[in-house]
């Protein structure tokens, strides 16, 4: 790994079942937004089995990159890889936690490509991991806040 690798481990603890989960999050690969109830998260573009993202962090910088390689498992897993301002793959598997529950346990793995962040890495690895771990706690609380709304 060069040093500008991370990896980033996070599990939420999401309001639903694995499997319906799963199907809830399968379903919206399909539209435009896949990700509605992420306000940190923002989809730029969505062609085909290729999504364009915009992350953007409390610190006020925002990272632009393409998810692609989608890869599912019907109700156990999602695999993709990402390229741009971060380049990598990401790994979801969705077990089951407390009764009715689902841990979802996201696994990232990038480089971050950014000139800006490989010239400032040295002294800003701290803030940019705090920043991932933000951005990660809020998707978590949104999608369960989410989830509860759509009963």
Do not use: C, K
Request: charged share 30%.
């Amino acid at each position: 790994m060069s040093d500008r690798s991370y990896e980033f481990r996070s599990v939420w603890d999401v309001a639903e079942p694995p499997e319906r989960l799963w199907h809830t999050l399968e379903q919206f690969l399909e539209q435009d937004d896949p990700l509605p109830w992420w306000d940190a998260v923002r989809v730029t573009a969505h062609h085909g089995e290729e999504i364009d993202l915009v992350a953007r962090s409390v610190f006020g910088y925002r990272l632009r990159f393409t998810v692609y390689d989608l890869e599912l498992e019907p109700t156990s897993a999602m695999r993709f890889r990402s390229r741009g301002d971060l380049e990598g793959s990401a790994a979801l598997s969705f077990e089951p936690g407390r009764p009715g529950r689902t841990d979802l346990t996201i696994d990232w793995r990038v480089d971050a490509t950014a000139p800006w962040m490989r010239r400032s890495e040295r002294v800003l690895r701290p803030v940019f991991v705090l920043a991932h771990d933000l951005v990660m706690r809020s998707g978590e609380r949104r999608l369960n806040r989410w989830l509860q709304q759509r009963g």
